[in-house]
């Protein structure tokens, strides 16, 4: 298996997603894209393509300039009908580079927060009724046409969405460890205003490992879903 994997920042990590890569001896190519150099792998024989989050905006690319060629790079996976998730800002990517807004998400979700499944189609991947998820964002997708939306939260209208057999874009994180969760305190706090939707770090770290064992095998199951033939 052939998996290209969109890094934006060198704390945005694929946490539990590495596990299921070991378990189907993926070989993983990673696009570093907060580094000087990059390369965008060519498409020819990859199963599967997973953009991470980042602490970003899709629509700051002035200061961000490759998200420009990225989001290209997203439109070509898509029209090579090849499996794609993205997460947090991916899904934000995913839905930016298809032509629809990212925009101010009512409250700031930072911490783990119930996602409902909304999908009332079973053509798509089925979420649990409800689930308990980790959430770093202030901004959200519009849901692009055609999509079916998956998931919604309390606060997030859109927290995922499903496109053909092949795509799925989330908001939330079903791929956060502790360790993520901490290093996310420790780089960008800064995004940790005050508001009914915002955890403290010992609220985040507390049931973390209780939090990501209960949400691992869901995550697992959307990856095999998303690279079945």
């Not at 990590?13 to 696009?31: D, T, Y």
């Not at 989330?170 to 791929?175: K, N, S």
């Not at 009914?196 to 770290?205: A, F, G, I, N, S």
Request: hydrophobic share 45%; net charge negative.
């Amino acid at each position: 298996m052939n998996v290209v994997v969109l890094v934006h920042a060198p704390f945005e990590r694929l946490g539990q997603i590495a596990i299921w890569l070991e378990q189907h001896s993926a070989k993983v190519m990673e696009v570093t894209l907060f580094q000087s150099e990059y390369t965008f792998p060519d498409l020819t024989e990859k199963d599967l393509v997973i953009v991470l989050g980042g602490p970003m905006s899709v629509n700051e690319e002035d200061k961000y300039p490759w998200l420009i060629p990225e989001k290209a790079y997203i439109r070509d996976v898509i029209a090579a009908d090849i499996p794609l998730l993205g997460i947090c800002l991916g899904g934000q990517l995913i839905a930016n580079a298809l032509g629809y807004k990212v925009t101010a998400n009512p409250e700031v979700e930072i911490g783990w927060h119930k996602v409902e499944s909304v999908a009332e189609s079973s053509d798509v991947f089925q979420f649990p009724k409800q689930l308990d998820i980790f959430n770093w964002h202030g901004e959200t997708f519009e849901l692009p046409k055609g999509a079916t939306r998956l998931l919604k939260s309390e606060v997030c209208a859109n927290q995922g969405f499903q496109l053909g057999r092949r795509i799925i874009g989330l908001q939330c994180h079903p791929e956060v460890r502790k360790q993520e969760i901490q290093e996310w305190i420790d780089e960008i706090s800064g995004q940790m205003v005050e508001g009914d939707y915002v955890h403290t770090p010992e609220q985040m770290l507390s049931v973390a490992e209780e939090k990501m064992s209960a949400v691992r095998p869901v995550l697992f199951a959307m990856l095999d879903y998303l690279v079945e033939p």
